[in-house]
């Protein structure tokens, strides 16, 4: 039967009334029709050697090198034996960006957030990361205060890139440990059997999050217990709370609404008598979501003085949530921020699965947009120095390393994620004409993001743009702020900074090169910053750097204003006219924002200071195109913590003659490969050129505040292929 009549055989049996629910599903069954035709279609024409073709992969073996991925732990037995700890992956998984300390939770009402696309450790789970520029990704880390990484696994481990973007922006996150379904059963019999048992699994849980810099744990223990396990059960929770909280000050364990204190499976929707003997012993409760007008209230009464630790579940989904979720969202936030509770938001990635239209990136940012407008910002940044954002979020189309572009492969890895700018996103059309928005289509300055700024502004006014809402308090020492930009025609854009001190009360200050005369008025003070260049710059960029010292203040408001560059005697400056682009659109791109108390030249150990070494090394293809995937690691000769938090990878492949003279020819210049947070780096199926006489791998030094060292300066490891 071909395709189409058997649509028409289909259509024939549809009822004269289609809602668009009949249709949707139709269409879902039609593709899975489709799907299943093409596979068959697949086996019969793929006829080149059979036998090999339905070989099974073989089976993951996590100690035996491959790409690092992170991925959960599905037995208790695996969690028992931690096997984990010698797995080939374990050094690549773990995050490395703390966070600040004293980082206890703020007492007012917070925002959770618990991530659940598509059964988890999926674009996230390539460590070092992949090749999607359409992966998932979460960026208005300003209105989280705890992430929680799930999927339906015994042990979910949230992968390091969430942890290192997270922690970043001041988020804590949590893993989960569930129990489901008869399987969960069997699983909370063995573990609640005694209650050494119960203390066993509870400390493995801890090394597990301490190992690899995640904040504690969400307990989902959705399953029917006997009263006889509930002693377990609750030795179980408090010696995992108590424990780490002993080994990481700050962590968190909540526990999740589901089994009661009399062993039924039986969501209570709200904090009372059945679920509170749990509360009582960790962190805060996530409350199932279906609950009704007046339990946030009878909640936060029952908590006492831990109202806040009452996070009252939401489903995006929608599914029997209070408000309704999606874009209705707000309905239930409002509710839970009247009644002073917390708030637990479950998979915001709705927006993602359901493809919102228009496109992710837009849809996304409006439906946090509703979040802020009920609740406002949670996270202030910059709080500390250095402060360094290059708008990167942690995916795109290209990346390029000061102002240089170094590769234009899709690409992502959220652990690249800088500072997120706090973009105002109306769920209203604005009367802004300026549109700002982070673009990752083209060339960034540094990583593969940049600001970009276009519009026709009506009557040529600036406009100003929040982009981060600080707290940072200025000392003694002056600050270098530096940014960069690309502009086009008369567009001009200027960095607008707030200082507030209780003496001396409101600053403002305008970093601006152009024609900032007609600003005078509106700020205490215009600076003019001076321009840096730097070798091997993309053309068109122009680095602004300026030094201010405000001690006492604290630094609360930055934000970009765009203008004209006024006409000079009444003339346009002709290089307007000159681009192709129309003279009255503004455009103009900011590429990075660094505040530190030190200029541009950070002093990075010499690499002789280094031992880098390649472990694993595996020769593969033939004669013709040979390929290598070999692990490298490096660390200080002298022992001490490595202080750099990251680390770009280069290769050279170096012929005889460009061995023999030393030189940097053309052909062994040096190819950006990936970036590592941790000191160690997998180099995997790398493609060798032949003539190739053996390999230069260097590891470039990243300071925090974006610097990175001179390529001459770095360490590296070299190998030869002669002889393989
Ligand atoms: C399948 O095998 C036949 C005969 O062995 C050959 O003629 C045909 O080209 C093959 N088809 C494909 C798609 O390889
Ligand atoms: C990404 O890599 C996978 C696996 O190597 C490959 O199948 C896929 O086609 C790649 N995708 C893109 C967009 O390059
Ligand atoms: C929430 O509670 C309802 C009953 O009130 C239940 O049907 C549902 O499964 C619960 N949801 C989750 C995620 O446990
Ligand atoms: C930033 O994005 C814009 C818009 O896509 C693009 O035109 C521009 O090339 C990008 N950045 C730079 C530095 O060019
Ligand atoms: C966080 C995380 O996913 N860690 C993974 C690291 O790699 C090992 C395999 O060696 C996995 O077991 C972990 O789940
Ligand atoms: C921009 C960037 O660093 N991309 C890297 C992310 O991780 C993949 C896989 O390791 C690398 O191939 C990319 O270069």
Redesign the pocket.
Known sequence: MSLKSMLLLILRFLPPFITLKTLKALHNLLNSLLKTIKKLLGKIMSNQSDDQKSDPPPPFDPSKPSIPISYPIKTLEDLDSRSYFTSFHYPFNISNVPLQPNSALPQRPRILVCHDLQGGYVDDKWVQGGNNSGAYAIWHWYLIDVFIYFSHDLVTLPPPCWTNTAHRHGVKVLGTFITEWDEGKAICKKLLSTKESAYKYAERLVELAIALGFDGWLLNMEVELEVGQIPNLKEFVSHLTQTMHSSLPGSLVIWYDSVTIDGKLDWQNQLNEKNKPFFDISDGIFVNYTWKEDYPKLSATVAGNRKFDVYMGIDVFGRGTYGGGEWTTNVALDVIKKDDVSAALFAPGWVYETKQPPDFQTAQNCWWALVEKSWGIVQNYPKVLPFYSNFDQGRGYHFSIDGAQVLSTQWNNISLQTFQPLLEYADAPTTNAIEVHV???????IGGG?L?FKGIPEAKASVSTRLFSGELLMCDLPVHITYSV?LEGNSQVGLSLEFFSKMKGKRKLLLASQGMNQFSSKFSEVIVPHQLTKPDM?P??VIQECCIALNGHTLTEIHALCYWQQPENGVLISEARSNSQDPAEYFA?L?HIRISTFDQNTEFPPSTSWIVEGQDVEWGGSQGSKTLSLKISWKLKDGKNSPFPRYNIYVEKLTKESVTTLARTQESASEFIGVAHVKVFYVSDLVIPSGTSSLKFIIQMCDADGASQKLDDAPFFQLNVDGQ
Do not use: V
């Not at 673009?439 to 300055?445: G, I, M, R, V, Y």
């Open positions: 673009d990752f289509k083209e060339a960034s300055f940049n970009t690309k993309d068109g960029w791109i590429g």
